[in-house]
């Protein structure tokens, strides 16, 4: 058996959380929209053809926020395509992923969808093969009020009041080549700028997120934030950082470590933002806006096959995933790891929500069912609310490629009356003894200990058959001041105190 210790002080708190790193994002990918969150026909429809069985798994796991519609599906799509009777939309080819797009399902359905889902909507725009021209006609449509051409098209579609979308995404992606419109640093530096110039004249109140990296393995990384930021600095008011990690041939203890690679990333990110904010002499501070992330247990090169295999489709199902308990835990990581730096992740969206890379899995005209990532993001949406707790941490750690892999991952968030510790527990073969000192306060009862644990790394669930998911358990207590929990080996960890 392992031990552990987690030191924390009530004086050292390292930032408050935003709600809004509780997000998700829906693009137009295979089965996320059509047979994921919209299903006319589906006996679970409401008057909407919106999925009561989503909504509500979207409810319980408590997302705030929702990216929509790419991705780099954004790239080639014209929003007016989405708007107006459903009859008289045009079908398109969309480039992205090979598929034929029938614009059945467009901002005003994905609006109503978030105000049923209880989300917030967070928009992108297309500055790809868009233009600054287009940009503004997006948001004079949702947030305009009345009497312009496009804020009375709204209206005409049936939305009086205007939609009042806070945060908007420009372009994604763009330092990749295979994206469409892909553009320098400079270069797209120069174009945000301009257009982010424009919207905020328009509405001042809007929030605005540059493209950083696509990954922190891109040849360009970090240049290319301290390129575009040269431009951007004073007109955006985050940059985005994407991340996916797969890996199963590695060790189960380096697999899961790859979330401390991901603390790296928003480190080095933040760096960057810093030194432009000292080049130019800015009061301003940029946040981070963590807007894809997940795990990625297939090649890309075999979802490229699959729209090769079966192009111009609708809603062809492509990267459906199917995650196991392994994954979950590497997924928690990474939810920690955001957690962790809360100070300047103020944004973060899991990608994506249904079928592709999802928490929630759906049958076409059946039922639904939950992966197991489902449950780490649910227990932090529940509980990592309040201040972020500068934790230190001693534990047993491994030796991979000569890198040392601590054994136990953990974030600790108070609110007031409950310290919340989520811990991991990585090791394969042992469980571990945790002590966890409370200094400067007094732990009055362990409200809790959920637990998130198999014997099988490789357990999955599905349809009908849900062997992984949360129990309770009562091993913690109060020992001379102390809180002292047993974890599982491989475990996923939510440790509520009441203290005062």
């Known amino acids: 058996m392992q031990k552990a210790r987690i030191t924390i002080n009530r004086e050292f708190k390292k930032g408050s959380v935003d709600d809004r790193i509780y997000g998700s994002f829906v693009e137009h990918m295979g089965r996320v929209v059509y047979s994921g969150i919209y299903e006319p026909d589906h006996p679970l429809a409401d008057e909407d053809g919106f999925r009561k069985d989503v909504l509500e798994a ?17 790239s080639c799509y014209n929003w007016e395509d989405g708007i107006g009777p459903k009859e008289e939309r045009p079908r398109r080819p969309e480039l992205a992923w090979k598929a034929v797009e029938t614009n059945e399902f467009g901002t005003d359905e994905f609006m109503k969808w978030c105000e049923k889902a209880g989300v917030s909507p967070m928009l992108a725009v297309n500055l790809g093969t868009g233009s600054i021209r287009e940009a503004l006609h997006y948001l004079e449509y949702c947030n305009f009020k009345e009497g312009t051409t496009y804020s009375e098209k709204r209206r005409r579609n049936g939305r009086e009041e205007p939609y009042r979308v806070r945060t908007w995404c420009l372009g994604n ?29 328009l509405d001042p109140g809007v929030e605005l997120v540059s493209c950083g990296s696509s990954l922190n393995t891109m040849a360009t990384f970090p240049e290319w ?85 079966s192009p111009w489709q609708q809603a062809m199902p492509i990267s459906e995933m199917v995650y196991s308990f392994q994954d979950a835990l590497l997924f928690g990581g990474m939810l920690l790891a955001i957690l962790k730096h809360a ?9 994506l929500l249904t079928n592709v890379s999802a928490m929630i899995m759906t049958e076409k005209g059946g039922g639904m069912w939950l992966q197991p990532i489902y449950y780490p993001f649910a227990d932090t949406a529940a509980y990592g609310h309040g201040h972020v707790m500068d934790c230190r941490v001693t534990s047993d750690s491994v030796l991979y490629e000569k ?69 309770q358990k009562d091993d913690a207590a109060i020992k001379d001041g102390k809180v002292a929990v047993m974890l599982d080996r491989l475990s996923w960890n939510v440790l509520r105190i009441k203290v005062k």
């Open 173 to 201: 992606e763009m330092d990749g080549e295979w994206q469409l419109g892909h553009k320098g640093a400079s270069e797209y530096g120069r174009l945000v700028r301009e257009t982010a110039k424009a919207m905020k004249i």
């Open 403 to 471: 890198k040392e892999i601590p054994l136990l991952d953990t974030a600790a968030v108070e609110n007031g009356e409950e310290m919340v510790v989520f811990m991991i527990n990585r090791s394969p073969s042992e469980e571990m003894e945790v002590s966890l000192d409370l200094q400067g306060y007094e732990a009055e009862a362990v409200l809790e200990h959920r637990v998130l644990a198999s014997d099988d790394p490789e357990a999955v669930n599905s349809l009908g058959h849900q062997p992984v998911r949360p129990e």
């Open 58 to 74: 979207v409810r319980n796991a408590g997302i705030t926020t929702i990216r929509y519609p790419g991705g780099n599906f954004v």
């Open 343 to 351: 100070d300047r992740v103020k944004i973060a969206c899991q990608s």
């Open 225 to 309: 934030e301290a390129q575009s930021l040269d431009e951007t600095y004073e007109y955006v008011d985050y940059i985005s950082l994407h991340q996916y990690f797969d890996g199963h041939e590695k060790p189960v203890e380096s697999f899961l470590a790859q979330a401390d690679e991901m603390s790296d990333y928003i480190r080095t990110v933040t760096s960057v933002c810093d030194y432009i904010k000292a080049k130019k002499r800015s009061s301003r501070q940029l946040s981070i806006s963590f807007d894809e992330w997940g795990v990625w247990t297939r090649a890309s090169k075999e979802t490229v096959r699959e729209c090769d295999e």
